[in-house]
């Protein structure tokens, strides 16, 4: 995706002087529903403080200020929120009520601390809501007065991140009225963004510079004061109007905000998802977490009726070709309606024409698509940009995947000329100088200098620890390509495509021996990261290798040497493999893509050993993963974290500005589990392989429940005994033979 330090990756502008790029998530708390979603402060406050605090929809901050106060002061926290979800509850007290008075050497206590217990509620559905409780645990009447202020900058999550504009909309004056807020901008695309805020009661403005309103009650013993806030964002093309909030209980916000849609959605998520149940408590609880989370991270698409995984919170709530495909891969045993999904709206997405603002050349799958003002008014090309050399070849893998599983013809054959337009586009535009290789440029200003997954500036390097100059040719690339390719001989015999079938086959072996001669570095055992524009070899060791294995291109006697190579000192850390060994020149363990950890990466590297069969090394990732959520908050794998090595770290440690949550990190649990189970569909043929599945002694049984291949449903135990795994078919309807190959 493109990374939290994107910047200086060139797709980005200098900053502005004095805007601070957000450097620190930790602690942030988090809410998210559909394109809502909210950003505050452990208090529940959100400020300007260069975290990114707010409420967005989609990229467009709709709130950028939020603070509550209670008699003047800000509350003391007892418990915070949740880390993510679509509701929680903050529990909050008052510090000591002092009277101010200059004359006492000892200011007099007016209320002590903790005597008043003070909840805020809320919920983000179709709006956000929150309830604020106000209970007074004294024997003596108490004057309560909350304050509330409310303000939005209508900033494009771009400026958040720290691009400088050359000019901005108008902010128009905001509508304060005893029981309303009204706040708006005039964008330069011609947009009218405005943020409705309404209370349950009417309050005074304290303020005339900015909105900010007070309500006061005196509670009794036991009294309890409940203020109910209720937000609301409007998009509109034009101006128009406001009308009067007067007798309206919520002003213009004439519904009640309701979790049921919330709840529901995420109801039906679980309930059509296959289950896993494991007799380990932290295997079970990462994967309700990752399951939970998955359904967070779903955003309409842009058409009625589309949906799709958005790559994570808070910098990439939107669509990504890469994220999205890679966690509908992962998520194919467990869900395979989100490839289907995935893959539909990405093929109606596909480029038709060649576009270097937006790096687009035909067939193109994109990278990354914004709505918000700056993508609206033609300042980023992400509208959409295309800068991505591995989100085609992964369409296909993906398609060919899904195919094994469903076996649905009907999406293979309507898809069919997408599949193809993605094969010329391997074949011709991406393979820029003809050698079979294909690579990527950037023509867009404002586009990726890299464009894998690795896509900050720095990714690329030789072991000297000078960087790559492009053209390149990334190893994970020609794996991919050579995964697509055999994918797409499958699908093209199904139907009855045999000269396809045939050329992509020759075609992939070419690669295969192209691959083997050009990429493997025997002094280090393994694959070079990529060949450079004189087609040398980009010689730093790094974690890249792995996903030659998940894609079947490397030979078994060099596969070997990659294991070993991902299990050294240098690359393994203890939680995890890291993306660059540390004996290159320029690693760095808190560099985003020179020495971090990330889940997804580690997830496909476990999944290519067990592939080869080594069973051993792909469950040590695992429970290093694993044993990582239980460190992280709410069992929440991040994007990534820092690549400190456990023995000296014995805790996972976290990177200030990772998403969280994350698609393609929840996603990796479920990869993980089904790499130990060895699962291999052939829904065409109405069988399920189980090849050598191997639980770790860790992790003695699993239920595998609802698992479709095809229009049949089974349910799997799987149980160690005396160091083997044993597998039950506990149930199943329709037309499907199990097959457990040792």
Same mark, same amino acid.
Request: proline fraction near 6%; charge should be negative.
């Given at each position: ?19 601070v ?14 394109r809502l979603?909210?950003?505050t ?37 007892l418990?915070t ?32 601390r ?5 909840t805020?509620?809320?919920i ?12 007074n ?5 108490e ?43 005039r964008?330069?695309?011609g ?15 304290l ?35 406001m ?33 896993i ?10 994967l ?8 967070l ?6 058409s009625?009726?589309e949906r ?51 790096d687009?050349?035909? *067939? ?9 003002e ?26 060919s995947?899904y195919?094994?599983w ?24 991406g ?5 079979g ?16 997954w ?29 995964a ?30 192209r ?12 694959y ?37 190579s ?5 690359l ?9 060994s540390?004996?290159?020149v320029g690693?760095?363990?808190?560099g ?50 820092? *690549?400190?090595?456990?023995a000296?770290?014995p ?12 698609a ?44 479709a ?21 506990l ?6 033979s ?5």
């Amino acid at each position: 995706m493109s990374g939290a330090d994107a910047g200086a990756s060139g797709t980005l502008p200098p900053r502005k002087a004095g805007v601070v790029r957000a450097t620190d998530l930790n602690g942030v708390l988090i809410l998210k529903h559909e394109r809502l979603f909210l950003l505050t402060d452990p208090f529940g406050d959100v400020h300007l403080d260069g975290r990114g605090l707010g409420l967005y929809e989609g990229d467009t901050r709709f709130l950028s200020c939020y603070e509550l106060r209670i008699n003047g002061h800000r509350p003391s926290i007892l418990r915070t929120g949740t880390g993510a979800g679509y509701k929680s509850v903050l529990q909050l007290t008052n510090p000591d009520f002092l009277r101010a008075d200059e004359d006492l050497r000892d200011p007099d206590v007016v209320l002590r601390r903790q005597s008043l217990g003070i909840t805020r509620e809320r919920i983000l559905a179709d709006g956000f809501l929150e309830r604020i409780v106000v209970e007074n645990f004294t024997t003596d009447p108490e004057v309560c007065r909350i304050t509330l202020r409310v303000d939005a900058d209508y900033a494009d999550i771009f400026e958040v991140r720290g691009l400088e504009r050359k000019a901005r909309g108008v902010p128009m004056p905001p509508q304060v009225e005893p029981r309303r807020v009204v706040l708006g901008y005039r964008g330069l695309d011609g947009r009218v963004r405005r943020t409705h805020v309404a209370f349950s009661e009417g309050g005074e403005r304290l303020d005339e510079d900015r909105p900010t309103l007070g309500f006061e009650h005196e509670l009794p013993p036991r009294g309890k004061w409940v203020l109910e806030v209720i937000l609301r964002t409007e998009t509109a093309e034009t101006d128009r109007p406001m009308p009067s909030a007067s007798g309206s209980h919520h002003g213009p916000v004439d519904a009640i905000v309701s979790e049921d849609a919330a709840s529901v959605a995420h109801r039906a998520w679980v309930t059509s998802s296959a289950s896993i149940e494991t007799t380990d408590a932290m295997t079970s609880r990462a994967l309700r977490r990752a399951l939970s989370d998955l359904r967070l991270l779903v955003n309409p698409g842009p058409s009625e009726g589309e949906r799709y995984v958005a790559a994570g919170i808070p910098w990439f709530s939107c669509l990504f070709g890469r994220d999205s495909l890679v966690t509908a891969l992962q998520l194919l045993s467990v869900r395979p309606g989100t490839a289907r999904e995935t893959l539909t709206l990405l093929a109606r997405l596909q480029a038709r024409d060649t576009d270097p603002w937006r790096d687009a050349q035909p *067939g193109k799958i994109l990278h990354e698509l914004r709505t918000g003002e700056l993508a609206t008014t033609g300042e980023i090309p992400h509208t959409p940009y295309y800068g991505s050399v591995d989100s085609t070849p992964l369409w296909l893998i993906l398609l060919s995947e899904y195919y094994r599983w469903t076996a649905d013809r009907d999406l293979v054959d309507r898809l069919w000329p997408n599949a193809l337009e993605a094969l010329r586009w391997i074949d011709e535009d991406g393979d820029l100088d003809g050698d079979g290789f294909v690579e990527y440029e950037r023509r867009s200003p404002r586009g990726l200098v890299n464009q894998g997954w690795k896509d900050s500036a720095e990714a690329n390097r030789y072991r000297d620890g000078s960087l790559a100059q492009g053209p390149l040719a990334l190893v994970e690339v020609q794996a991919y390509v050579y995964a697509a390719r055999l994918g797409m001989v499958a699908l093209a015999r199904a139907r009855g495509e045999e000269e396809l079938a045939r050329s992509q086959e020759a075609l992939a072996e070419q690669l295969r021996e192209r691959f083997e001669a050009a990429f493997w570095m025997d002094d280090a055992g393994t694959y070079a990261l990529a060949l450079d524009r004189d087609k040398r070899q980009v010689d730093a060791v790094a974690s890249n290798p792995g996903h030659a294995l998940w894609a079947g291109i490397a030979s078994p006697e060099r596969a070997t040497r990659v294991a070993e190579s991902l299990e050294s000192a240098e690359l393994w850390s203890g939680w995890g493999v890291r993306t660059l060994s540390s004996a290159t020149v320029g690693y760095n363990p808190i560099g985003y893509h020179i020495g971090t950890v990330w889940p997804h990466d580690n997830a496909i590297i476990a999944a290519g050993l067990a592939r080869y069969g080594m069973r051993e090394q792909a469950a040590a990732i695992a429970v290093g993963l694993l044993e990582a959520t239980s460190y992280f908050r709410d069992s929440r794998l991040p994007e990534l974290f820092c *690549g400190f090595d456990r023995a000296g770290s014995p805790y996972p440690v976290p990177y200030p500005v990772a998403c969280l949550p994350q698609a393609w990190a929840a996603g990796s649990i479920f990869q993980l589990v089904q790499a130990m189970l060895g699962m291999r569909p052939d829904a065409p043929a109405r069988q399920l392989e189980l090849i050598s599945p191997s639980l770790p002694a860790w992790l003695p049984e699993v239920r595998f429940q609802n698992l479709a291949v095809a229009d049949a449903v089974v349910d799997l135990y799987f149980h160690r005994t005396d160091g083997s795994t044993g597998v039950q078919v506990l149930r199943r309807t329709g037309d499907l033979s199990v097959v457990v190959r040792v």
